[in-house]
DNA sequence: CTTGCTTCTGTAGCGGCTACAGAATGTATA
DNA sequence: TATACATTCTGTAGCCGCTACAGAAGCAAG
């Protein structure tokens, strides 16, 4: 109903971002409208990157008084930017690999991408 | 001398991808040309993203017969395409939440991001 | 000869799950 | 009702690629 793994549930619960599930009397878990909405919320900010730590902070937030938007935007804006810098770095990365898999292309005997990881420069 | 940590250079030992290093009378591990080209090399795979097992692949590729290029390759284009992907959803990911935080740009006391992120849809 | 730096081994932790084992409980069919 | 099968329960260990200790030992400089 969530969208979250049973396993994974309980891994938040052990990890204190949703409370103690209800439990029926033989001790299984139950769960109303107000959990699932919580692991929903959850996976979106999981789904969006932010780690547990952040979404522990934004929960909390989300609890809190009201005033809390600006603090909201500011942890949004940090992770937008940490999220940036991770695009930057694999578009590098990306383009390097693509070099070195390009030269493969004609047939030959020796291998021009691992001649080239072999090199001595870091050129 | 290869910049790859010192503690990063054992767990390589123990992981096997690099051969057991010579060792002084007193037990201290001793480096090569040899060691050094090898651990940059691993280096420069890492870089790329490669994981420790394609690693591993590669470097037994390039201890080879010489016919690999091909294997080369596709390990490469294997790679590349994981990195593609990863690239693809992570601008995804940046686009929905550059949008999130864009939202939160008009000062109010309640949290566009936040309900947005509480909302029942998935929309 | 002391001081302080580096290395040694072995082990545990990081994040965010995931995968078991083995017990118990629940549901569906005969 | 009996039986089979599925699901949940707890607790623990594994995944990746390191990184960070603790405590012992070696080594160079003053």
Redesign the pocket.
């Known amino acids: 109903m969530s969208g979250v ?4 549930i ?2 938040y619960e052990r990890e204190g971002i949703i409370p103690l ?1 209800d439990r ?6 139950l769960y109303g409208d107000a959990d699932i909405a919580r692991l929903r919320f959850v996976k979106r900010c ?1 789904d969006l990157g932010f ?3 952040d979404i522990r902070t934004l929960l909390e937030l989300s609890a809190g008084n009201g005033a809390s938007c600006a603090d909201v935007k500011a942890l949004g804006e940090r992770h937008l930017h940490g999220v940036r810098r991770k695009l930057d770095e694999l578009g590098k990365l990306e383009r390097a690999l693509a070099e070195l898999v390009r030269r493969c292309d004609t047939g030959r005997t020796d291998c021009p991408m691992l001649e080239r990881l072999l090199a001595d420069s870091d050129a």
């Open positions: 793994n049973i396993e994974t309980r891994y599930a029926t009397p033989s001790g299984r878990r999981r780690s547990v730590p």
